[in-house]
């Protein structure tokens, strides 16, 4: 037996009320969502603002002195490697590798190269991690920048041509410092 609600059976009532609380569960679910779209992109003058000082910063194996690069690096012949709070927090204590398997988002590395051991700084490789950002590679930003601050590699390549070699087998969360100094 059907009750009547004016002029609507009771079925249908049903019906369009559950059909409303449905659209409205997709509404909501649509507003959740974490869309790449709605992600902020770091750009490469900001990047560069991050790194440009090395206050804060603590280096690798906790010395300052120049590396010689491994020649299969084309990042130059001679290195200063430095690590932001964040990642020298995720670091063993004499900062020579990872405590885990990942860097935390915040977390920057950058690579100083220099053409001469003590010359001037030839220009600085940098990565940042972060998964909200749409510029990404392997949820890390990617940048080059010239000695005189002036953009060798954007941000905006999401590392295209840097995430074959630090994905090689040896490199740990895409950083290719533990395998290769």
């Known amino acids: 037996m059907c009750i009547q609600i004016s002029g609507f059976s ?22 959740c969502t974490n869309d790449k779209a709605e992600r902020v992109s770091l750009s490469d003058a900001a990047l560069l603002d991050l790194i440009k000082s090395s206050a804060g910063y603590q280096y690798y194996k ?11 690096s084309p990042h130059g012949s001679f290195v200063r490697i430095r690590f932001n709070q964040t990642a020298a927090a995720a670091m063993n204590s004499d900062m020579s590798a990872l405590g885990g398997s990942r860097f935390p ?16 700084i030839k220009f600085y490789a940098a990565m940042f991690k972060t998964s909200m950002d749409e510029n990404t590679g392997g ?6 920048y010239r000695g005189n601050g002036e953009t060798f590699y ?28």
């Open 62 to 72: 906790n010395t300052e002195d120049t590396l010689i690069s491994d020649p299969s």
């Open 139 to 144: 949820d890390w930003i990617w940048g080059e």
């Open 105 to 120: 988002d915040g977390s920057i590395v950058v690579k100083e190269i220099y053409a001469t051991s003590g010359g001037d």
């Open 10 to 31: 009771s079925d249908i009532f049903r019906s369009r009320i559950k059909l409303a609380f449905i659209f409205l569960f997709l509404i909501m679910l649509g507003s």
């Open 154 to 181: 954007s941000t905006s390549k999401k590392g295209a041509d840097c995430t074959a070699c630090h994905g090689a087998s040896g490199n740990v969360d895409l950083v290719r410092t533990f395998s290769l100094h």
